[in-house]
């Protein structure tokens, strides 16, 4: 009975840990609720993520911080075990090419990142392969784009978690004071995910 309850005990512990953790708490799609996109993605979704958000999120034109937007707001608004396996395929579909490694080869940065959030999103109890496709996508961020760098960044947190609590911080940290990088996401979005990030400076 005594080992029963702390079995118990332990597995409510892991589940409030990852129940607060860098993916799973930081909501900052509220900061893109006025765009239609995002819109699209707040409404009820069952099985299958619209071909039009598909398409969204495929394109390299879309503004990067949008896209990712657009994952965060689906992550909750539906079954995120097939998030990433749908954008996956539609992908690979899109681009021509039969598995991931060739795909992560032809992806541009910016949806390369969007690829990488959606499969971290998709299963954030193991991010190994999501963070390693983040830092693939910073190799390739010529454009230097600030949204690219943190996302991979807030990957790599995930990673932390279970890992390193004193490096959670200081990952975004590195993005944030990065005064190179083009700042293309707002602020607000910024602020909500640090909200939560800043929780972890003293560790």
């Known amino acids: 009975m005594k080992r029963l309850f702390i079995a118990l005990a332990l597995t409510m512990l892991w589940s409030v840990c990852w129940a607060d953790s860098p993916l799973t708490s930081t909501h900052f799609s509220d900061a893109y609720s006025d765009h239609p996109m995002v819109q699209m993605a707040c409404q009820e979704m ?79 109890f193991d991010v190994t392969a999501a963070s390693e496709m983040g830092h693939q996508a910073v190799k390739k961020n010529k454009d230097k784009s600030f949204s690219v760098a943190l996302i991979s960044a807030l990957i790599d947190a995930q990673v932390y978690l279970d890992t390193d609590w004193s490096m959670i911080y200081s990952a975004l940290a590195n993005v944030l004071h990065d005064g190179s ?23």
Do not use: C, H
């Open 46 to 124: 069952q099985y299958d993520i619209p071909t039009t958000l598909l398409n969204f999120l495929a394109d390299e034109k879309s503004p990067v911080d949008v896209r990712l937007a657009v994952v965060n707001k689906i992550g909750w608004n539906f079954d995120g075990t097939t998030m990433g396996q749908q954008l996956g395929e539609y992908l690979m579909g899109r681009n021509k090419v039969k598995n991931e490694k060739k795909l992560i080869k032809k992806l541009d940065a910016g949806t390369l990142a969007v690829y990488a959030y959606a499969k971290a999103m998709s299963n954030y």
């Open 181 to 203: 990088l083009k700042l293309d996401m707002r602020q607000e979005a910024i602020d909500s995910i640090m909200d939560y990030i800043n929780l972890y400076k003293g560790e």
